[in-house]
């Protein structure tokens, strides 16, 4: 199929999918446009839950499998939104739209790079699309429920703005929920154990709280408290105090690591993590995509956000067309340029990297 034509449907498919509400768990008719592109192109695909798939015409059981996947939900508008959020306009060269960038634009771009490689025969590796739901609130209805259904998957590209440079790693995600406790009292009588009073020595120790084990990739594991919550009367001294902490995890250390670390050291009386699902992920530099993208001039570095890549098991790089700084921001918008180069990236990576 003809590149150009192929991006031009793209372009087309991203605007279809911006004027189409899709906010996490709502994905059913954006998984509609994803399906129509399949029917139109006369490719093969499934559908599960609002997760939409499909594998290249040559599959093989005995070659591995590269999968290409990126999301099709939104956050929800911010308030400080100028334009309407669901109106797809191209103005000099920007198509403004919710989720135009995060992650429309690699979404299509994806999408249209299966398309083109689709037929090919003379591939290393097996491609299998996934157009998936749920990843702005880390779903179960999203890629980790779709994984058992679709071959064992080797490689993962995760389509995520990046500029197009390769995101060699990403940071996992630990949320914990801490408790400091007190004796709870009159505020007019003396207390010498106020569960708030005793926060702040572990706020210091939160603060000043550093693990040994720094990532080249990534840089250190960094820990922030995020939330406090205590009382609920004005003269009642709380029996508790509550925290929220917030762990970015690097390549280092697994998230059941992070866990006991925080359990056997924390100068808390309770400390729980909500999940340890959202794992760090990472790609050897000497992996054939690696080395295939540096040859075309792509720049590596470690991520810092989260992504679906937190769900795979599997060696995944994170790469896209569009900027992260522009994700969830008001007037949100990708260059149509960049959804253009994006796709012609792509394919030259995975022609590379995979012939």
């Given at each position: 199929?003809?590149l ?12 279809n999918?911006?004027q189409?509400q899709?906010?996490s ?8 446009l994803?399906e129509?592109w ?7 695909h ?9 594998i290249?015409?040559?599959?093989e059981?005995?070659?591995?499998t590269?999968?290409l ?13 100028t334009?309407?959020?669901f109106?797809?306009?191209?103005e ?8 135009s ?15 083109y490689?689709?037929?090919?025969e ?6 299998l699309?996934a157009?998936?739901?749920e990843?702005?609130i880390n779903?179960?209805?999203?890629i980790a429920?779709l ?24 940071k ?11 004796t709870?009292s009159?505020?007019?009588h003396p207390?010498?154990?106020?569960s708030i ?21 990534l840089g ?6 995020t939330?406090?919550?205590a ?10 105090t509550?925290?929220?902490?917030d ?8 998230n ?21 699902r959202l794992?760090?992920?990472?790609i ?9 993208g540096?040859?075309?001039?792509m ?23 569009g ?7 008001a007037?949100?918008?990708i260059y149509?340029?960049e ?7 792509y394919?030259k990576l ?6």
């Amino acid at each position: 199929m003809q590149l150009e034509k192929l991006q031009q449907e793209a372009i087309e498919l991203l605007k279809n999918l911006i004027q189409t509400q899709s906010l996490s768990g709502e994905e059913e008719k954006t998984a509609d446009l994803l399906e129509n592109w399949f029917k139109q192109h006369e490719i093969p695909h499934k559908r599960f839950l609002n997760n939409v798939w499909a594998i290249n015409q040559h599959f093989e059981k005995d070659k591995p499998t590269l999968l290409l996947n990126s999301h099709h939900d939104t956050v929800k508008p911010n308030s400080a939104y100028t334009r309407d959020p669901f109106k797809a306009d191209i103005e000099n060269g920007k198509l403004y739209g919710l989720g135009s960038n995060d992650a429309g634009g690699c979404l299509v771009s994806l999408l249209a790079t299966f398309t083109y490689l689709y037929s090919d025969e003379n591939l290393s590796h097996n491609i299998l699309f996934a157009g998936t739901a749920e990843e702005e609130i880390n779903g179960k209805n999203g890629i980790a429920a779709l994984l058992p259904e679709i071959p064992k998957i080797d490689v993962a590209i995760v389509g995520e703005p990046t500029l197009m440079n390769l995101a060699v790693a990403e940071k996992g995600l630990v949320v914990f929920d801490a408790v400091v406790q007190g004796t709870p009292s009159h505020a007019a009588h003396p207390n010498n154990d106020n569960s708030i009073y005793k926060t702040a020595k572990v706020l210091e120790w939160f603060e000043n709280f550093k693990l040994e084990k720094v990532s080249k990739n990534l840089g250190e594991v960094k820990v922030t408290v995020t939330q406090i919550n205590a009382g609920s009367q004005h003269n009642v001294v709380p029996a508790k105090t509550h925290l929220v902490i917030d762990v970015r995890v690097n390549d280092k250390y697994s998230n059941k690591e992070i866990e006991q670390i925080l359990k056997d050291e924390a100068p808390v009386d309770e400390i729980n993590a909500r999940s340890l699902r959202l794992n760090s992920s990472s790609i050897p530099l000497d992996h054939e995509l690696v080395k295939a993208g540096i040859n075309l001039g792509m720049e590596t570095y470690g991520s810092p956000t989260l992504s679906d890549q937190a769900m795979l098991s599997c060696p995944s790089l994170k790469l896209g067309p569009g900027d992260s700084t522009r994700s969830h921001s008001a007037d949100e918008f990708i260059y149509v340029k960049e959804i253009e180069e994006g796709i012609e990236k792509y394919i030259k990576l995975l022609e590379k990297a995979l012939k």
